[in-house]
């Protein structure tokens, strides 16, 4: 995926409080749309992620003030997590969140949005925080 040009908007000021962290992540989406088994997910890149929300590129029209369920891996943590004797899994640690899209930027059916999370359990929580301390140190 290429990445599209931000906003106009955002190229002037930036608008986060948080500090992003601009490492590729693999991530997907699905719109949140009960039954939730019937949605089609798509695979994303998240481009950078802060501790409230993220930026992600995605093969599919996402529409401003959308609601998805989104799904990030972060890269290495399920290790630390086993070693830690709190997971015993080879698996990409993943963090699930319903979240709001911000902003969407939309070319050739290939959208780049920013997205806020809306409520995300304490264990997801407390693992993104702590992933992203480490990626600052």
Excluded at 28 to 55: H, N, R, W, Y
């Amino acid at each position: 995926m290429g990445l599209l040009h931000m906003p106009q908007e955002a190229h002037y000021r930036e608008r986060r409080a948080m500090t992003r962290y601009p490492h590729p992540f693999t991530a997907s989406i699905a719109e949140f749309v009960f039954p939730m088994s019937c949605q089609p997910e798509f695979k994303a890149e998240c481009l950078d992620m802060t501790s409230k929300g993220a930026m992600l590129e995605v093969c599919s029209i996402i529409p401003k003030g959308s609601v998805q369920q989104v799904s990030i891996e972060l890269p290495g943590f399920e290790k630390k997590l086993h070693k830690n004797s709190l997971l015993n899994c080879d698996s990409p640690y993943q963090i699930r969140v319903v979240s709001r899209v911000i902003w969407a930027t939309v070319k050739d059916d290939t959208s780049v949005i920013g997205i806020e999370f809306l409520n995300m359990n304490k264990s997801a929580e407390q693992a993104l925080a702590r992933y992203l301390k480490e990626k600052r140190t």
